[in-house]
């Protein structure tokens, strides 16, 4: 008897409680408007504001109740019905990708309601609603993603070191008054070591080409994103190892001595009438040699002194290593003062000059 007397307390408590609850009450300036537009291919958000004045826990309840298009959902659940916060987001495909099917289906509308109650069964059965019109107002069409840049080709690589350098500039899309967001994505490809790409996320995307030991070729992904339309197109970066470096230039035949006041230089000439100018090589600040026919090998050494304190001259020494003929050139150019040595063919020719300059 205690135990059915404590059922029917505990009964008579929840029924109380439940007459005590408040109603549901959605605010109307905080919830989105009720008649909305949005086309196929795209997504449209709504919002209800809602209270209660006990502050109980709500939940909402959404639920597409109306669509023509037998297409729309929720995008939390890809479903027609939903049940939780006060914000969803609903996608509107197109029945197909032709405008001459799906053009029949604008102006017409879907209904969108939602529901208002208490979370808790116990706070009440109290709800409040409220019913979107969504008309369809027409057709987003998908963009049309160009890929430019600097890429290479197959015949003229881009060597390790440079950039590479895609836009989506030259992108486009049907509808004038639309945007997209470019996404870039650099495919791995067995030989390319780890990059990283700037502006991914961007119009423009760049990265530099990291060292590599054989010729690569790099699909570079853009996707354009406009509504629920996902449009891709790839290129081909064709990279390569990085060439030779130039070779060095040629010597100089130009010896500087002597905090460069005097420059001097060698012609030479052979038996065979082979001819050509010495390339230098400094030694010291006041020496140095030039060869003739290779870098290894050493023909003939010059040097200037300063003697002035000696006899008031600048003095200039040369040793032969060759027997080849030249003529060697010395010119002061603080005053344009000039001396030329000869070698004689078949002769090995040293010589000295202490009143040069």
Not at 178 to 198: A, H, Q
């Amino acid at each position: 008897m205690a135990e059915r007397l404590s059922v029917a307390c505990l009964i008579c408590f929840l029924l109380f409680a439940s007459s005590l609850a408040g109603t549901p009450t959605i605010i109307d300036n905080q919830t989105s408007k009720l008649s909305q537009q949005v086309r196929m291919m795209d997504y449209l958000r709504l919002y209800v504001g809602a209270g209660d004045p006990d502050q109980m826990p709500l939940i909402c309840e959404w639920t597409i109740t109306q669509d023509p298009t037998a297409k729309a959902y929720f995008t939390a659940n890809n479903k027609t019905t939903f049940t939780g916060g006060g914000g969803v987001e609903l996608a509107f495909p197109w029945i197909s990708n032709s405008d001459a099917v799906n053009s029949p289906l604008v102006g017409q509308s879907v209904q969108v309601v939602v529901i208002v109650k208490h979370e808790n069964i116990a706070d009440g059965p109290e709800t409040d609603s409220r019913t979107f019109n969504i008309t369809i107002s027409g057709i987003n069409h998908p963009p049309l993603p160009v890929i430019t840049g600097t890429l290479g080709t197959a015949t003229d690589r881009l060597p390790s070191g440079s950039a590479v350098v895609v836009s989506s500039g030259s992108s486009s899309d049907p509808d004038p008054r639309d945007t997209y967001r470019s996404d870039w994505t650099v495919t791995v490809v067995p030989g390319l070591p780890p990059i990283t790409p700037t502006g991914t996320e961007g119009s423009t995307m760049s990265f530099t080409i990291p060292p590599i030991s054989m010729n690569l070729n790099v699909p570079i992904v853009l996707q354009l994103t406009d509504g629920m339309h996902r449009v891709r197109t790839t290129a081909t970066a064709y990279l390569g190892p990085a060439g030779p470096p130039p070779p060095p230039p040629p010597p100089s035949p130009y010896l500087h001595l002597n905090n460069d006041r005097f420059v001097a230089e060698v012609a030479w000439s052979t038996i065979t009438e082979a001819s050509g100018v010495g390339r230098a090589v400094t030694l010291t600040p006041d020496s140095g040699y030039f060869w003739f026919f290779e870098p290894e090998n050493l023909e003939l050494l010059v040097k200037v002194l300063d003697g002035r304190q000696v006899n008031g001259h600048f003095w200039v020494f040369y040793g032969s290593l060759t027997d080849v003929r030249f003529t060697l050139k010395v010119t002061d150019t603080s005053t344009g003062a000039v001396k030329l040595y000869q070698g004689q063919q078949g002769l090995q020719t040293s010589g000295h000059d202490t009143s040069a300059f």
